[in-house]
Each structure stands twice: as C-alpha cells, then as structure tokens.
C-alpha cells in the first residue's frame, strides 16, 4: 500500500474528503519527524514508538581497497512495534 492507496482508505472509511486526509496525514508525519529530530519520543499505544537512536563510531573495510576506514557515530530514527501490532503480525 502506497500513499495514496492509504488516504483513499482512509478518507472511505472516515468517509471525509481525500484533501482532508492527506493534510491530517502529512502535518501528523511532520509532527513525527520533527519531534524525533529533537530527540523524543513518540509513543503510540497499540502500534509503536518512533525514536532517535545513536549508532556508535565503527571500523569498517573499503571493498575496492581492503582499507581500514573509521566509519563516523551517527543519528538514525528507529520504530519498535507494540505488543498489540507485533501480535496482529503474527
């Protein structure tokens, strides 16, 4: 299901207008994202957590040369399902 195909579900079954559902949609993606990039959580009972995780400094091996190569700590956005999701998955 892409994003569109999720709107139009959506929008059927809060039988609402796909604009409306799409503006809902985005500012509450937004809303994520913004809120992750400063680094809280955001916890949806039921279907999971969004959340900023650190990836620590690492060596690696460049293939083309065999290389060691340090590879930098980074910042990555992680999602751990909840209980009621992992269980409908199942």
Known sequence: MNKAELIE???KACKTSKAHVERILDT???TVKRQVKKGDD???VGFGTFAK???KARKG???QTGKTITIPATNYPKFKAGREFKHLVR
């Open 9 to 11: 579900s959506v929008s």
């Open 28 to 30: 509450t993606l937004e």
């Open 42 to 44: 955001v916890k949806l």
């Open 53 to 55: 995780a650190k990836r």
């Open 61 to 63: 091996r460049n293939p």
